[in-house]
C-alpha cells in the first residue's frame, strides 16, 4: 500500500495562506494522478484539487479557482496545494490520494485508493 504524507496544515486569519505538501513514503508519486480533498465536521469528503501525473493537467473546484493552485515536483516526489484568500469555510481536514486514473473534473473519493492521514487547516479570526 503506497503511503502519503500530508503537511503544512495550520491556523490562519481569512484572508491568509497555506501551502499543503503531500509527500510518498517508500514509493514514487511521479506515475500517479494526485488528488486533494477535504473534509469539514458533518460534511462528505470533496473533492478540491487534481493534477495528472506529469503536471500537464489540472482541476479544481469551483469553490477554490482563483485561489488555489496545484503544483508537483516528480523530481521531489512531491505535490503541493497553495492557498491563498483563504476564507471559514475552507477550513477541514486535507487529505493527498493517489490514483491511476486520470484527473477530471468531477473528483470521486471512490477513484482513489491510497490516502495520507490528513492535515487540518483551520481559518478563523
Known amino acids: 500500500q503506497l503511503q502519503l504524507v500530508e503537511s503544512g496544515g495550520g491556523l490562519v486569519q481569512p484572508g491568509g495562506s497555506l501551502r499543503l505538501s503531500c509527500a510518498a513514503s517508500?514509493?514514487?508519486?511521479?506515475?500517479?494522478?494526485i488528488g486533494w480533498f477535504r473534509q469539514a465536521p458533518g460534511k462528505e469528503r470533496e473533492g478540491v484539487s487534481c493534477?495528472?501525473?506529469?503536471?500537464?493537467?489540472?482541476n479544481y473546484a469551483d469553490s477554490v479557482k482563483g485561489r488555489f493552485t496545484i503544483s508537483r515536483d516528480n523530481a521531489r516526489d512531491t505535490v503541493w496545494l497553495q492557498m491563498n484568500s483563504l476564507k471559514p469555510e475552507d477550513t477541514a481536514v486535507y487529505y493527498c490520494?493517489?490514483?491511476?486514473?486520470?484527473?477530471?473534473?468531477?473528483?470521486?473519493?471512490?477513484?482513489?485508493?491510497?490516502w495520507g492521514q490528513g492535515t487540518q487547516v483551520t481559518v478563523s479570526s
Open positions: 490520494a493517489a490514483t491511476f486514473d486520470s484527473c477530471s473534473g468531477y473528483m470521486s473519493p471512490s477513484q482513489y485508493g491510497d
Open positions: 517508500g514509493f514514487t508519486l511521479h506515475y500517479y494522478t
Open positions: 493534477i495528472s501525473s506529469s503536471g500537464g493537467l489540472t
